[in-house]
Nanobody, 114 residues
Framework: VQLQASGGGMVQAGGSLTLSCAASGSIHSFPTVAWYRQAPGKQRELVASIISGKIINYGDSVKGRFIISRDDAKNTLELQMSSLTPEDTAIYYC?????????WGQGTLVTVSS
């Protein structure tokens, strides 16, 4: 399956963005989906994940501000981001995992200006 992330852009601090990740095939068979991000000079970090189709986890820095969701009927994954800060500036990647199979999207850049 191929993943295509979109929705990134430039936004002012305090603003909102919604990222989407479209799968070329069915994501229903992938119980775990997630968003990661990588800021300049930093390691890639987990933003949010849905494990086994229902357990939702968020990174500490985004709790209460971001919401992850999946729509298996549309083969999409979304990340609703609000109250954005410059520290959220990063390239955001989606992924889907089933067992040892792990697929990554190409990333979408989010830039938050102060």
């Amino acid at each position: 399956v191929q993943l295509q992330a979109s929705g990134g852009g430039m936004v002012q601090a305090g603003g909102s963005l919604t990222l989407s990740c479209a799968a070329s095939g069915s994501i229903h068979s992938f119980p775990t989906v997630a968003w990661y991000r990588q800021a300049p000079g930093k390691q890639r970090e987990l933003v949010a994940s849905i494990i086994s189709g229902k357990i939702i986890n968020y990174g500490d820095s985004v709790k209460g501000r971001f919401i992850i969701s999946r729509d298996d009927a549309k083969n999409t994954l979304e990340l609703q981001m609000s109250s954005l800060t410059p520290e959220d500036t990063a390239i955001y990647y989606c992924n889907a995992r089933r067992g040892n199979l792990l697929y990554w999207g190409q990333g979408t850049l989010v830039t938050v200006s102060s």
